[in-house]
């Protein structure tokens, strides 16, 4: 499913005006579809249905403490990766009990915070964070859950940065090493249980082949780590793709339809019938970790034009969004569906629509081919629902954005727009 369409000629977020919301609530502004949120989480849910599955979002996705409440409502497991994502989570109303704990750098006060609150386990990314936190543990006289992630070496063939199952990454632990690892803790650590197995090879995966690759590799060792020490869980990560490029016109389903196969975006279905029967008869509790899949398609990010200028090589469209708000296309030259609220007609203009940071990296597209919008209208940049507001700063003391939940036509601010004021917070 997909919140966002247009209707009457209108941009509508479920049936709410997004014209109407930039009026009332100003702009830059967030905007999610609650039941676009919860649809994706139940569709992948459904898609391991008939074995024993838990779907943890991994928060840093968008750790709004509406969303996380939506989706502790549903039963979902969390996937956090610092001690504030699990105080987000309790906040929220979600159970530490269905918390995995990733993160190459956690902590004492984390790891001490994670055990006082009970999590059902620390994915540990090295022998030496495993080693610590079995110490803590004792300090605390308790008995610590862990997971070892392993990284097996897979190409997920997505961008470098955020590429996590190669050997050159700092992410978990070789394939070639991980089971001596598991040996020695068994041998040599009292205070920890070794409760399970992690991967996660990547994040905006399109194809489910690397997932298929990487499942393959590691299900023998997951075979092997419950017979000799128990484990009962293997999270095989997140990293599900989404539909970056032509979002909007995806809302209606038959975009995808009419897509030849070898162009066609991984579908949840596709995913779910290639890793099933990997993992059905493992007699594992199997965790995915995904958080893109569930957000990134539900939230957009509202932003005005405030001017245009002309020059001898570029048409400009200068608008009140930076990439301090939104940073994927200056980190990542991630691309977004830039589409006017008012429903255009097919005239397109070849812009670059920038923001107003100090800075030649804070653009949104480059020489694309767009819809002219003209300065006093509003466009939504789309998919922004994933790594978008969490991922904004303050960069040249800009206040931070609201964020508005949609459900239905219901719109509820869910985070407040900072005020100059509260710029200054913390400062001395
Ligand atoms: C350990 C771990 N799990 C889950 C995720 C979620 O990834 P995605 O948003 O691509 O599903 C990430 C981020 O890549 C991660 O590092
Ligand atoms: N921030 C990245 C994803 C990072 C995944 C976290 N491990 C993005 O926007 O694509």
Not at 364 to 370: I, S
Not at 402 to 411: M, N, R, W
Request: proline share 4%; hydrophobic share 40%.
């Amino acid at each position: 499913m997909h919140g966002f369409a247009y209707k009457n000629g209108s941009l509508f977020c479920e049936n709410v005006d997004l014209q109407t919301l930039a009026e009332t609530h100003g702009t830059p502004l967030y905007v999610y579809s609650a039941n676009t949120i919860l649809d994706h989480f139940r569709r992948l849910d459904q898609a391991l249905a008939g074995i024993d599955h838990e779907v943890a979002y991994a928060v840093k996705a968008n750790s709004n403490l509406s969303v996380l409440r939506l989706l502790a409502k549903e039963n979902a497991g969390f996937d956090i990766v610092s001690g504030g994502e699990l105080y987000r989570v309790i906040k929220a109303g979600g159970d530490p009990a269905h918390c995995t704990f990733a993160g190459v750098g956690k902590t004492r006060a984390e790891i001490e915070y994670a055990l006082q609150q009970g999590i059902y386990s620390f994915n540990v990314e090295s022998e030496a964070e495993l080693r610590y936190i079995d110490q803590v543990a004792g300090d605390l006289g308790v008995v610590a859950p862990v997971a070892v992630r392993v990284n097996p070496n897979v190409d997920a063939k997505t961008h470098k940065y955020i590429s996590t199952g190669k050997s050159e990454n700092k992410f978990g632990v070789d394939f070639g090493f991980i089971e001596e690892v598991y040996d020695r803790a068994s041998k040599e650590l009292k205070n920890v249980k070794l409760r399970g197995l992690q991967m996660h090879i990547g994040s905006q995966l399109t194809s489910v082949d690397p997932f298929v690759e990487a499942v393959k590799k590691v299900a023998p060792l997951a075979t092997s780590l419950k017979e000799k020490h128990g484990i009962e869980f293997w999270s095989i990560g997140g990293g599900i793709g989404i539909v970056y490029r032509e979002s909007l016109e995806s809302g209606a389903q038959d975009w995808w339809d009419k897509k030849a196969d070898a162009e066609r975006p991984l579908t949840i279905e596709e995913y779910g019938a290639s890793i099933m029967p990997l993992i059905k008869d493992l007699g594992l509790n199997i965790l995915l970790e995904p958080g893109r899949y569930i957000v990134g398609n539900a939230g957009v990010l509202l932003t005005h034009c405030l001017y245009e200028k002309k020059g001898t090589a570029k048409t400009f469209k200068i608008v009140d969004a930076g990439m301090n708000d939104l940073i994927r296309p200056a980190l990542y030259e991630g691309h977004h569906e830039i589409v006017p609220l008012k429903e255009p007609n097919a005239e397109r203009l070849k812009v670059d629509v920038v923001g107003p940071i100090c800075e030649s990296g804070d653009f949104f597209c480059q020489d694309r081919e767009l819809p002219d919008f003209q300065p006093g209208e509003t466009v939504a940049l789309m998919s922004a629902g994933a790594y978008g507001f969490v991922m904004a700063s303050n960069y040249n003391t800009r206040p931070l954005p609201a964020e508005i939940l949609v459900d239905g036509s219901t719109a509820t601010v869910v985070r407040k727009r900072q005020t100059l004021d509260d710029l200054l917070v913390g400062e001395l």
